[in-house]
């Protein structure tokens, strides 16, 4: 009887174990595929922050082209200006003079 009764509680103890164990292992399981997914999301932030610093970099280029152009079309309106009042003055100077 003895015999047959620490069998019978070592039986159950060996399949609490074993359950223990499959479930431990399990868990290690999903921490290591929780850790690959962490590092992975870790990469893509990453990423998405380098396109995102490499985007406000271009913006802020294109701004600063943006007003170096205004500033170069005002300057060549006013040298057209310039020019086209030289036009007339000697246009009309010399017609003057001609007649």
Known sequence: KRAAANSGGGGRSLREDEEAFLREERLKDDLDLSRRQKLELEAALLDRDARAIESK??????????????????????????????????????????K
């Open 57 to 98: 970099f271009d913006l802020e280029s294109s701004e600063l082209e943006v007003v170096r152009l205004k500033r170069r079309v005002k300057e060549l309106e006013q040298a057209y200006k310039s020019l086209s009042t030289l036009n007339n003055n000697s246009a009309g100077g010399a017609g003057a003079g001609a």
